[in-house]
């Protein structure tokens, strides 16, 4: 379990409160799925990852708050295979960190990812497992890493006071650190990372958009982050732009990259409507990956611009993308879980146009039309049951959805 703090809540995207007349719509996603891109939000829930960071794990600041003792360790002998699976590794006890002392020169045995052939971080010292192993678990270390776990702030501190010291540590020369502070960040809400926009901006994000050497699975923050920066109209004395995310994203037109989502992201954080509007004019229909980036671009400007964009227009960009066969079903799912009744003839429209062949698209088409309150789709509704009722009927079960009277 994190800490009892903000950075529990992680992205918020749970969406309005849903009335009771759609309230199925969260066993029809569930059946259907939003995508690997938004594979960890659920409805009523909080995903603990930013929508762009990719999987995100507990920092090292959450696990040496949780543990009972943080400490430092030295191998005491080699890395052994468990019956279950995993390797243990015993460690002799060196100093403190933070918590409960141990005693000098004690003797633990810890889980790790990998053999350790020195210095560790030590993170346990709780009762153990129900199959018996002991509670610690261990983290190859050396001086820096030991000195970044012991200097981080505490967990329980606003997570916009903390984003400032992670920030620095952005691409950090060890390896270990910049993947940490990376994950604080995908921890972080959305509001505490625009309130750290001043230690972003002393960042070279716009290089590292360009750069071969950073790894591609933080790009989609760096450019979150680009665009929170540019819109604050930070630094001082030469604000940021939005151009290097467009040039990135031109530079994208013929080669997939990941975090490409992120990008779109930051960008409609810059530019807002004139933002979305671009991105809309450049998307193109042979470039499906893309289309999926877009919708879950959208997605978070649903959950997060709503202040800069108007929710209407989001809306009138999502029921563009619904008529892909790439992106429709998703897309419809979006439509209802955004209200998006104007556009109920259009997704009527889909069932012929797209889910002839894909039951995907039967199902969210159904989903939709069930949970819409508008006269027009209990219309839809019976017109389908009368042209195509079994199929209709076989959509609206696989969606667990009640069949409407």
């Given at each position: 379990?994190?800490?009892?703090?903000?950075?529990?809540?992680?992205?918020?995207?749970?969406?309005?409160?849903?009335?009771?007349?759609?309230?199925?719509?969260?066993?029809?996603?569930?059946?259907?799925?939003?995508?690997?891109?938004?594979?960890?939000?659920?409805?009523?829930?909080?995903?603990?990852?930013?929508?762009?960071?990719?999987?995100?794990?507990?920092?090292?600041?959450?696990?040496?708050?949780?543990?009972?003792?943080?400490?430092?360790?030295?191998?005491?002998?080699?890395?052994?295979?468990?019956?279950?699976?995993?390797?243990m590794q015993p460690f002799t006890v060196g100093g403190l960190i933070r918590g409960r002392p141990l005693p000098d020169e004690a003797r633990v045995t810890a889980r790790v990812p990998a053999p350790v052939a020195g210095t560790a971080l030590l993170?346990?010292?709780?009762?153990?497992?129900?199959?018996?192993?002991?509670?610690?678990?261990?983290?190859?270390?050396?001086?820096?890493?030991?000195?970044?776990?012991?200097?981080?702030?505490?967990?329980?501190?606003?997570?916009?006071?903390?984003?400032?010291?992670?920030?620095?540590?952005?691409?950090?020369?060890?390896?270990?650190?910049?993947?940490?502070?990376?994950?604080?960040?995908?921890?972080?809400?959305?509001?505490?990372?625009?309130?750290?926009?001043?230690?972003?901006?002393?960042?070279?994000?716009?290089?590292?958009?360009?750069?071969?050497?950073?790894?591609?699975?933080?790009?989609?923050?760096?450019?979150?982050?680009?665009?929170?920066?540019?819109?604050?109209?930070?630094?001082?004395?030469?604000?940021?732009?939005?151009?290097?995310?467009?040039?990135?994203?031109?530079?994208?037109?013929?080669?997939?990259?990941?975090?490409?989502?992120?990008?779109?992201?930051?960008?409609?954080?810059?530019?807002?409507?004139?933002?979305?509007?671009?991105?809309?004019?450049?998307?193109?229909?042979?470039?499906?990956?893309?289309?999926?980036?877009?919708?879950?671009?959208?997605?978070?400007?649903?959950?997060?611009?709503?202040?800069?964009?108007?929710?209407?227009?989001?809306?009138?960009?999502?029921?563009?993308?619904?008529?892909?066969?790439?992106?429709?079903?998703?897309?419809?799912?979006?439509?209802?879980?955004?209200?998006?009744?104007?556009?109920?003839?259009?997704?009527?429209?889909?069932?012929?146009?797209l889910g002839g062949d894909d039951p995907h698209v039967r199902r969210a088409v159904a989903g939709y039309l069930t949970a819409c309150p508008r006269p027009e789709a209990r219309a839809h509704l019976e017109a389908l049951r009368r042209s195509d009722g079994r199929r209709l009927d076989e959509a609206i079960r696989a969606a667990g959805l009640l069949r409407a009277e």
């Open positions: 379990m994190p800490p009892p703090n903000d950075v529990a809540t992680g992205w918020m995207m749970p969406g309005p409160p849903a009335p009771r007349s759609v309230a199925p719509i969260g066993h029809m996603k569930r059946c259907l799925g939003w995508g690997a891109v938004w594979a960890t939000v659920v409805v009523g829930g909080a995903a603990l990852a930013c929508p762009f960071c990719g999987t995100v794990g507990p920092t090292l600041a959450m696990r040496r708050d949780a543990a009972p003792t943080t400490a430092v360790g030295s191998a005491a002998g080699p890395a052994l295979e468990t019956p279950a699976g995993g390797q993170f346990g010292g709780g009762e153990a497992r129900a199959d018996g192993t002991p509670s610690f678990e261990a983290v190859a270390a050396d001086e820096l890493l030991l000195a970044h776990v012991a200097r981080a702030p505490d967990t329980g501190r606003p997570s916009a006071e903390r984003l400032a010291f992670f920030a620095a540590r952005l691409e950090h020369p060890l390896e270990a650190i910049a993947a940490d502070a990376f994950a604080e960040f995908g921890q972080a809400p959305f509001a505490a990372v625009r309130a750290a926009a001043p230690a972003l901006a002393a960042r070279p994000l716009a290089e590292w958009l360009s750069d071969p050497g950073i790894d591609q699975r933080r790009r989609g923050f760096y450019g979150l982050a680009l665009g929170i920066v540019a819109h604050a109209g930070l630094p001082a004395d030469a604000p940021a732009s939005s151009a290097p995310l467009r040039a990135a994203l031109e530079a994208n037109a013929d080669d997939f990259r990941a975090g490409s989502d992120g990008l779109m992201g930051g960008l409609l954080v810059a530019d807002g409507p004139a933002g979305l509007e671009w991105l809309m004019a450049r998307v193109s229909p042979q470039r499906p990956v893309e289309q999926k980036q877009l919708l879950a671009a959208l997605r978070f400007a649903w959950e997060e611009l709503a202040a800069t964009i108007p929710r209407e227009r989001i809306v009138a960009a999502t029921a563009t993308l619904a008529t892909s066969p790439v992106v429709a079903a998703d897309a419809v799912i979006d439509l209802a879980r955004e209200r998006g009744w104007d556009h109920v003839d259009r997704v009527a429209g889909l069932w012929h146009a």
